[in-house]
């Protein structure tokens, strides 16, 4: 609240007449609750985003589910872990997590980004209740900078890799497990 004196009864001193100025702000309903996707996936995202042949994916899709670093190593046994965030409608609705747990003829390590793209609200839906899991003979489209990627949908998703370094024998997506947390 402002309290402003009217500039033509200033020169009088016996007046004491005052105006009153309110002024006020209020943030969108949006504010607070408008969340933005991590610095890292929104890296990741735009190396996808630059492959030409994931364009239609990124058009048609109902979701799709970005994980900017996923680490793997095995010796004999082996594993995997990443988190990574889920959009819909180009929205980030919440953060996943996923966990891999291999046993056989594996050695060494790598990381890479993946992204999985759900073919409809249906699929999404399945990836977010939580139940979500590929099984032993799921694989992934593995791409690399500035190639072209092509792959199918199978049961509703569509997943590709990029790799970021390492050497590993062994680069199924077989066995992965993810948990989903809406914001």
């Known amino acids: 609240v402002v309290f402003a004196q009217d500039p033509l009864q200033a020169k009088s001193q016996h007046s004491k007449t005052s105006n009153v100025l309110l002024s006020g702000w209020k943030p ?24 030409g ?52 003829f594996q050695l060494g390590g790598q990381a890479f980004s993946q992204i999985i793209f759900f073919q409809n609200k249906r699929d999404l839906d399945r990836f977010t209740d939580g139940n979500f899991e590929f099984g032993a003979s799921a ?16 049961n509703g998703v569509a997943v590709m890799t990029f790799s970021k370094g390492g050497i590993m024998y062994e680069a199924s997506i077989g066995g992965q497990k993810f948990t989903f947390k809406g914001y």
Do not use: C, H, M, W
């Not at 969108?28 to 735009?46: D, G, P």
């Not at 046994?77 to 990574?84: I, K, L, N, P």
């Not at 694989?139 to 199978?154: C, H, K, P, Q, R």
């Open 28 to 51: 969108s309903k949006n504010f607070n609750n408008e969340n933005k996707a991590n610095f890292k996936t929104i890296e990741a995202l735009k190396k996808f985003k630059r492959i």
């Open 53 to 104: 042949r994931l364009k239609p994916y990124f058009k048609e899709a109902a979701g799709f589910a970005v994980f900017p670093n996923i680490a793997k190593a095995g010796l004999g046994f082996g594993g995997a872990r990443g988190s990574g965030e889920v959009f819909e409608d180009g929205k980030v609705i919440g953060s996943t997590t996923v966990t891999q747990l291999t046993f056989g």
């Open 139 to 154: 694989s992934a489209a593995l791409i690399t900078e500035g190639a072209n990627a092509a792959v199918d949908y199978t």
